[in-house]
């Protein structure tokens, strides 16, 4: 989130290409996504249901 924040400061100062921005959420996003599937490929793994609603029930 930092990151985002940054960029948009530095626009203040000087021109920024919308393209940056938008390049610097899409790998955002590309993370979240990413670190869902791995996040639910663990839980099927270790024998969990990946739901968050399970997973809050068994704590």
Known sequence: MGVIIAVFDMRIVFPVNEIITGLIGMVF???AFTGSIMHN???????????????????
């Open 41 to 59: 490929k663990r839980a099927k793994s270790a024998g969990q249901d990946a739901s968050l609603e399970a997973a809050d029930a068994k704590s």
């Open 29 to 31: 996003i590309g993370a």
